[in-house]
């Protein structure tokens, strides 16, 4: 993938969800390039962001924020955290994007089939309507994150972890090759109309027993991963407190692991980057610190 910025002036990049896992990095990654960077956020009074970036308050239920946030923009990279208003939202952005003249969407999405679980089945509704539209486009379909270990780093320094993903194959990914994969294709110049998704994964597929094995070694302490069904993972997060909404995005992500949904291994982050993507291991020993029980408890 070229890098090649337009001579006539800076491109501007508008970023949505610069706050959030990707985004956050991708912009920090921006604002060394030679363009303008200008992060679009819901909560202008909680964001910081490098020098030189700037910052847009946005509302989506006032489409004049929208407006104002993306004029005189080029490119834009769409992420949205994941919630009942997402597919709306995201719709809006894009359309007012298009309105707004902007040559090229670059929009985080998710790996995965057709299927009725969310939120896979929200970005499916999303990318229909983007490749709707007259404008260029690139999809990025990421594998699962490595981060999402993070939700049970307080079970493995309890060493009671336990989930529905059975013997399923997972491929994680690094958020900062995701991040770098977006980079580029935002600073590629491309052909009016274009429309390319990749999918974007780790160097291998892991079951989740076999990353409690990783962490045993890395430890130096058993961690064993316990098996549950995806109903009794949904009561137990209930049961903790976890509302409704988020049981069910978490134990259907679980089943998602089960079924090897996201057991997929490409080459795209290498042939895009020219680099790698990270390991598991690589995140598990930078972010070793979250499974002992002294971190995990601040974490």
Not at 33 to 62: E, K, N
Not at 97 to 125: C, D, E, F, R, Y
Request: net charge neutral; hydrophobic share 45%.
């Amino acid at each position: 993938m070229s890098e090649k910025i337009l001579a006539r002036r800076k491109p501007r990049i508008a970023i949505a969800g610069a706050s959030g896992r990707v985004g956050a990095t991708l912009t920090h990654s921006l604002a060394r390039d030679p363009v303008d960077v200008v992060a679009l956020t819901r909560r202008p009074d909680q964001a910081q962001f490098p020098p030189g970036v700037a910052m847009a308050a946005v509302d989506f239920t006032l489409t004049q924020t929208l407006d104002d946030a993306l004029a005189g923009a080029d490119r834009l990279f769409v992420a949205h955290g994941t919630s009942p208003q997402q597919v709306a939202n995201e719709i809006a952005l894009i359309d007012r994007a298009v309105a707004a003249g902007i040559g090229h969407v670059v929009k985080l999405s998710a790996m995965g089939p057709a299927t009725h679980l969310n939120p896979l089945a929200w970005h499916m509704q999303i990318e229909a309507h983007l490749a709707r539209q007259p404008i260029a486009s690139t999809v990025l379909r990421p594998s699962a994150f490595a981060d999402i270990l993070r939700r049970s780093a307080g079970q493995i320094a309890d060493g009671a972890w336990a989930g529905a993903a059975g013997e399923g194959r997972v491929n994680f990914i690094d958020t900062r090759d995701v991040a770098e994969v977006a980079r580029r294709a935002l600073l590629e110049t491309v052909s009016p109309g274009s429309q390319r998704a990749f999918h974007l994964t780790g160097p291998r597929a892991w079951t989740l027993p076999q990353v409690a094995e990783e962490l045993s070694r890395l430890l130096g302490r058993p961690v064993i991963y316990g098996h549950r069904s995806a109903e009794a993972v949904r009561s137990e997060l209930i049961v903790a407190g976890t509302s409704p909404f988020v049981a069910d995005l978490l134990a259907g992500l679980d089943q998602m692991f089960h079924d090897s949904v996201l057991g997929e291994t490409t080459s795209t982050v290498v042939a895009l980057t020219g680099q790698a993507p990270r390991s598991l291991t690589d995140w598990l020993t930078e972010n070793l610190g979250l499974f002992r029980k002294t971190e995990a408890i601040s974490a």
